[in-house]
């Protein structure tokens, strides 16, 4: 509208500018619309001002100026139209003034008496606002009370807990006061300082169970000597009750108990798994059964590993118990350095094993997953590589045969108490056969010391019996049966020396001893059997014929000694079959099965007597030699004196004396003795001859000579031993006696002429023989002439017989030269 007053305003522009002119104003109309309008920027505004055509700022400026001069008239007209109004307004509110102040002052008035009739009531209205505020503050903090009691009573209650050591009831405490309590008094600082103070308490209580769990192991680590010993006592005790059921007669079903540390007694069902024996509720044991809760209080694992799983920190507990029990694992497992001097060490050993295994299966069956089956069978499976490692060690430095026995004993019942845990133990049972092995080992050294001595304290001679009880008592001890000696008349004796009852007595004394290794390993008869037989044949082959061979090879066993040995194994050997009776009676194994091992004892007493009979050669030998050295030829003597000389006569004699002896001698050891002794005799006296520092003989010696060796032929005729046939002893000095007929005679052209022919006389008599003599005998009558000064004359009167003798010489040496060739 003020555009168009403007507008109306202006004058008319002339025709040609007109246009110009309507163009114009209507840019500036434009403008001062932008102007006047609130919404647009005036920067663009401004700018199209300065932007247009020259003098278009002066121009606008023109009609802005009239166009604000516009205005004033406007608002000029305005005000005079309104003016009548606005003066009679201030007339009518100066008449209303005068009134105002009036009921100004009534008002005032009336406020001031109304205050003052109200004063009282509003003190009476205070108080009792007063009063609203107060009772309605005390019933809220009543009601917070309430809420806050709570709160301090389950805090009250978890010091008490704390302080009583309840720290698993403490913890579900803590856990109220989190969850349910603290949540609605949250607000207030206490609960704030509570809430806080929770999470100290709780790492205080993981410290303190920690604490307490530490307490544990170290105490079980001191106490599973006596959990295993009451466990052992227990399986022991257990497997005697359970051979004593074996020896009664079969009647019924016999169920196995199983014993455990858990307090109650128990069975195996099909899968394996322990049940409660209910049946067995009525019938209590006279003697009270040890638990493992009487000799170990658990409570502290327990405790711990409820905490840490309240505390959801299950995990670190378990990995920390099972490192740790492995460590204790470990200590156990190391032995003492003396554990093998006595049973005890080991005893103390298989103790501490066993109450570390017993605590870790109860811990396995009493807790839910701390310990499983796969971390126990790992334990003991490095414990039994540690175990088996240990005792194959400490068993080989055992020398003492009881205590290895001691030791076996131990480890069955090792064996059978954690067998009962359900952990498996034939490795153990493997390993009691290399201990038997090692049993066996020391039974022999021992059993050699006993033969030793047996045979140090015998007297190698018959055994008297002068009555039928001291028969009887012998013949209980060895199974001796001679007909013809139970006839004779008491006093007798009997052939066998003290020793052979003796060591039959030792023999069956070592195969009960073998027999206790044997039991309880679980096994076959038939396997014992075979034990026992080469466990004794052991004994036989080895330690007693060690025994016998060294006994033999003794200085001051003499022939008499020997033969009383031979005569000893003859009857050992002979009651070899009785101990193979023995054993079949012992173990009720047929000895025709086809797998027993038969008793190597007949060749072990064969070998003895065929090294006693050696030596019985050896010893006679070095006798006659003995004899012969006492020989003191006068081997230039020109006549015999006639009878036999006297070495000779006292060897002969010593040899009838020591064949008397030879007659109790078995089979043909005699014959073979005498013929052996007339044979080093005749090869002796043939060496005596051909001593090659002998360089002279004269036929006086040579005579002398031939009369000893007719004795031999005298002795060797006389049969000093019986059981020859004909002149066979004889033949023993054929060599001799042709050889000293060819001097004697001194028939060289017979031995010459028949030489080689197989009924020639002299066919013993060897050229070289003949020759090595010849010339002695041909030196010793060249030296006889010489001394006798009449070797001219002898030249003169013997010249043919030298001529003999040469001739004969080279007819011998030709022989030997031939028989070399």
Request: proline share 3%; net charge negative.
């Amino acid at each position: 509208m003020a555009c168009d007053r403007v507008n109306a305003a202006l004058p008319d522009p002339p025709s040609e500018r007109e246009e110009e002119n309507k163009e114009e104003e209507k840019t500036i109309w434009n403008i001062f619309a932008e102007l006047e309008s609130v919404e647009l920027p005036l920067g663009t505004t401004l700018r199209s001002i300065y932007d247009d055509q020259p003098n278009a700022h002066k121009r606008f400026m023109e009609k802005l100026d009239a166009r604000i001069r516009n205005h004033d008239r406007e608002i000029e007209k305005m005000c005079n139209f309104h003016h009548q109004g606005f003066v009679d307004a201030i007339t009518e509110l100066l008449k209303v003034r005068a009134d105002a102040e009036k009921l100004m002052g009534q008002v005032t008035d009336t406020n001031r008496r109304l205050q003052e009739a109200g004063r009282e009531v509003t003190a009476q209205t205070e108080e009792v606002i007063r009063c609203r505020i107060q009772q309605r503050n005390m019933a809220t903090t009543v009601e917070k009370l309430q809420l806050c009691i709570p709160v301090l009573e389950m805090y009250s209650k978890l010091k008490e807990q704390l302080d009583s050591k309840r720290y698993y009831a403490a913890l579900k405490t803590m856990e109220q006061l989190e969850k349910v309590y603290i949540p609605r008094v949250s607000q207030y600082r206490f609960c704030q300082i509570m809430a806080e103070n929770l999470p100290r308490l709780r790492e205080e209580i993981k410290e303190i169970s920690m604490s307490d769990l530490k307490d544990f192991l170290e105490s079980i680590r001191k106490h599973s000597d006596k959990v295993g010993e009451t466990a052992m006592r227990q399986a022991q005790q257990h497997r005697t009750f359970n051979s004593a059921v074996a020896k009664q007669a079969s009647v019924g079903h016999y169920t196995k108990p199983m014993y455990s540390l858990n307090g109650r007694t128990q069975s195996h069902t099909h899968n394996g798994l322990m049940v409660d024996d209910d049946t067995g509720d009525e019938e209590e044991a006279d003697e009270e059964v040890l638990t493992a809760q009487d000799l170990v209080d658990f409570s502290p694992v327990y405790r711990c590993l409820h905490i840490y799983t309240v505390l959801g920190d299950r995990e670190t507990f378990e990995n920390y118990y099972r490192k740790q029990r492995k460590k204790q694992a470990r200590l156990v497992l190391q032995p003492q350095a003396n554990m093998h001097e006595t049973v005890e060490g080991y005893r103390r050993y298989f103790n501490q094993i066993v109450g570390f295994f017993v605590v870790e299966d109860h811990i396995l069956h009493a807790t839910q997953g701390l310990v499983t089956r796969a971390f126990t069978d790992e334990l003991w499976n490095m414990a039994l590589s540690k175990i088996i490692a240990v005792l194959r060690t400490h068993s080989s430095y055992c020398d003492d045969p009881d205590l290895v026995l001691e030791l076996k004993n131990l480890i069955v019942i090792f064996a059978d108490t954690l067998q009962v845990y359900g952990f498996p133990v034939n490795r153990l049972f493997d390993l009691l056969f290399e201990v038997r092995d090692q049993y066996n080992e020391t039974l022999l050294k021992k059993w050699a010391l006993v033969f030793r001595e047996i045979f140090e304290l015998d007297n190698y001679s018959p055994i008297p019996v002068e009555t039928e009880e001291e028969y009887k008592l012998v013949v209980s001890r060895f199974p001796f049966h001679d007909a013809e000696i139970e006839k004779q008349d008491f006093p007798k004796k009997l052939p066998m020396s003290q020793s052979v009852p003796q060591i039959y007595t030792q023999v069956k004394e070592f195969i009960y001893a073998s027999l206790k290794f044997s039991e309880s390993l679980h096994r076959s008869s038939t396997e014992i059997d075979d034990m026992l037989r080469k466990s004794t044949n052991l004994l036989l082959t080895r330690t007693l014929s060690s025994c016998l061979q060294n006994l033999i090879k003794k200085p001051h066993i003499g022939l008499t000694e020997l033969v009383q040995i031979i005569i000893n194994t003859t009857h050992l050997e002979q009651a070899c079959r009785y101990l193979e009776e023995f054993i079949t009676n012992i173990t009720n194994v047929s000895p025709e099965t086809v797998h027993t091992t038969r008793l190597y004892g007949l060749s072990t007493f064969k070998d003895a007597r065929h090294a006693a009979e050696g030596e019985i050669y050896t010893k006679l030998n070095q006798k006659i030699d003995e004899f012969i050295q006492l020989a003191d030829y006068e081997w230039g003597m020109a006549e015999s004196d006639g009878r036999a000389s006297g070495y000779l006569m006292d060897l002969i004699n010593f040899l009838r004396s020591t064949f008397q002896v030879f007659t109790h001698l078995p089979g043909k050891v005699a014959q073979t003795a005498c013929m052996s002794a007339c044979k080093h005799l005749s090869t002796s006296l043939m060496q005596m001859l051909l001593d090659t520092e002998l360089k002279q003989i004269s036929m006086g010696a040579i005579q002398q000579f031939n009369l000893d060796v007719i004795q031999c032929e005298l002795f060797a005729s006389s049969e000093p031993v019986p059981g020859f046939q004909g002149d066979t002893l004889q033949l023993a000095f054929i060599d001799l006696r042709q050889l000293l007929d060819l001097f004697m005679v001194w028939d060289w052209s017979t031995y010459l002429a028949d030489y080689g022919q197989p009924t020639s006389k002299y066919l013993r008599v060897n050229p070289a023989t003949a020759l090595a003599l010849l010339e002695k005998v041909y030196r010793g009558m060249k030296d006889t002439s010489k001394k006798n000064n009449i070797f001219s004359q002898f030249r003169k009167n013997d010249r043919d017989k030298q001529k003999l003798i040469e001739t004969v010489v080279k007819q011998l040496r030709s022989l030997v030269n031939g028989m070399s060739s």
